[in-house]
């Protein structure tokens, strides 16, 4: 779940990151009176969940009250992405010499929570570690213990950062690190922080994600900032595939197929356990894949389910084949699924040995799975086989 930047900022705020002064408005007569109490220049910005918010130009300067009132007049009703603009941020300009980028994330590799620091901040800012890693750092914290100021010290100290400002930034990065773990959020950004003459910090930008899991711990949090439905806070609206497999995986409570998204490319993905149907997404994307879908399936989903969601994929337009891939299963019995997916191929009268590309789900009843498979002249293979190495083949196979 997202949340808009006002309510970002009015967490940050809460935890002693400084933010530039501001309020919001839903009519441009607001806007213009907020615009004098602050005084000008202001920036009015339409509060959507779209990151491309600003080069969609929904990101206005004001030099006066009166222009605010144009700004906003401009910006409310009209849809950026998939949000139409309801209200607007209006605050106070901050003139700066100098950005910063604070992120914290979890990394799944290391299974612990990262803060990332860089001395550049910006539209672009995405593509710096790969372009510019120099600019660049990263340090892990734990996701037991506090965070310590020593580690976000450490660094911002890597990053150059000295004296009064890397006294100033260290609680500020302390805080965002804090942020993630108290509220259960997935990600947090402060792009740009921006440095001013005098040497004074503020978060110009923010974005906070909360994931799913945590809407009923946080509750009291989400109740405060008058957040009543965190389920429609997607980053689009769910699309028709979506909601099919939503009612496929609600009619049957054995297993699951979540979570669920559709893709613009080819190839069907019937993918999970613990991680490996991310891991798997990546690898069959390194490969040169393009997948069509993400749903990850698990948990010992029954034979009607794990044929549902096949013929799901498979009627997306423009897909032939899909790959069934997981990494090794103890909760779910292989045959069941392998039994689930040629089911659902031979219902819409294909070949289940051209239509799946490769049949990787090690573990439980394995063996018999492989009897099945064995039985259709589908490519399967073990857990000797690796996940991207699985993928590899399976993108091969669906180019062939």
Request: include cysteine; glycine fraction near 8%; proline fraction near 6%.
């Amino acid at each position: 779940m997202r949340f808009y930047e006002f309510e970002a900022k009015r967490v940050l705020a809460r935890h002693g990151i400084p933010v530039p002064p501001g309020g919001t408005a839903a009519a441009a007569a607001e806007a213009e009176k907020l615009a004098a109490e602050l005084g000008c220049p202001v920036y009015v910005k339409a509060q959507v969940f779209s990151r491309r918010r600003s080069k969609a130009g929904a990101v206005e300067v004001a030099a006066t009250p009166a222009d605010a009132a144009k700004a906003a007049s401009k910006l409310l009703g009209r849809k950026i992405g998939f949000d139409t603009t309801e209200r607007v941020l209006v605050e106070k300009k901050i003139e700066t010499v100098k950005e910063y980028c604070l992120h914290t994330t979890y990394d799944g590799a290391a299974k612990l929570p990262v803060m990332t620091v860089a001395d550049m901040g910006g539209h672009d800012i995405d593509d710096l570690a790969s372009s510019q890693p120099a600019h660049v750092k990263r340090r892990h914290f734990s996701s037991l213990a506090p965070i310590s100021p020593y580690r976000a010290k450490e660094v911002l100290r890597d990053l150059g950062l000295g004296g009064s400002d890397l006294n100033r930034v260290t609680p500020i990065l302390t805080a965002l690190c804090d942020v993630l773990m108290r509220y259960d959020l997935t990600f947090t950004e402060i792009n740009a922080l921006g440095r001013t003459a005098d040497g004074k910090f503020y978060a110009l930008d923010a974005h906070l994600d909360m994931e799913a899991e945590g809407f009923e711990r946080q509750k009291p949090f989400l109740t405060e900032l008058a957040i009543t439905d965190p389920d429609a806070r997607g980053t689009r609206p769910p699309t028709p595939f979506e909601l099919e497999a939503t009612r496929i995986d609600d009619e049957d409570p054995r297993g699951i197929i979540s979570p669920i998204a559709e893709f613009d490319g080819d190839m069907g993905l019937v993918i999970g356990a613990g991680g490996g149907s991310i891991t798997t997404f990546d690898a069959i994307l390194r490969h040169g894949g393009k997948p069509a879908n993400y749903a990850a399936i698990g948990g010992n989903p029954s034979v009607s389910k794990a044929k549902g969601l096949t013929k799901l994929v498979l009627q997306k337009p423009g897909v032939r084949k899909i790959c069934v891939i997981s990494n090794v299963v103890s909760n779910t019995r292989a045959d069941l699924v392998a039994r689930g997916v040629i089911k659902g191929i031979l219902e819409l009268g294909m070949d289940p040995k051209e239509t799946i590309t490769i049949f990787r789900v090690p573990g439980a009843w394995e063996a018999d799975a492989f009897k099945i498979l064995d039985k259709y002249g589908v490519e399967y293979c073990d857990r000797t086989v690796s996940l991207s190495e699985a993928a590899r083949r399976a993108v091969e196979k669906a180019k062939a």
